[in-house]
């Protein structure tokens, strides 16, 4: 099986909200969201390797040095491997973290956060 780019499913709102509220309940003091800009994504889906270009993003839960929680994106291909760097210092494959957490960066409108 390949990756195609359609993977994924959009859910209702209401969904959100219940999914959301039962994470919140079980993780409470915890990390609620990230926020990555657009211009980073864009960049990131931008990526292509020996093995082809991306056609989706897979992201990784991730607890740093500090015992925070983190999310860590890397494009991937259709055929369904990661582009990631062919050295720990290559520099020409991007790896996303660093994204703005809520809290304390939280919308106004509460519907997702419990």
Same mark, same amino acid.
């Given at each position: 099986m390949a990756f195609n780019g359609k993977e994924g499913e959009?859910?209702?709102l209401q969904t959100a909200i219940r999914w959301t509220k039962h994470y919140q309940r079980e993780n409470p003091g915890r990390v609620k969201a990230i926020f990555y800009g657009k211009e980073k994504l864009q960049q990131l889906l931008a990526e292509k390797d020996k093995q082809g270009k991306a056609v989706g993003l897979r992201i990784y839960f991730a607890k740093d040095d500090y015992g925070e929680d983190k999310l860590i994106l890397v494009a /991937?291909? /259709?055929d369904e491997n990661n582009i990631l760097p +062919? @050295? +720990?210092n290559d520099i020409n494959y991007m790896i996303l973290d660093d994204g703005a /957490? &809520? !809290?304390p960066k &939280? !919308? @106004?409108q509460e519907d997702l956060l419990a």
């Open positions: 959009f859910i209702s /991937a291909t /259709a +062919e @050295g +720990e /957490a &809520c !809290p &939280c !919308p @106004g």
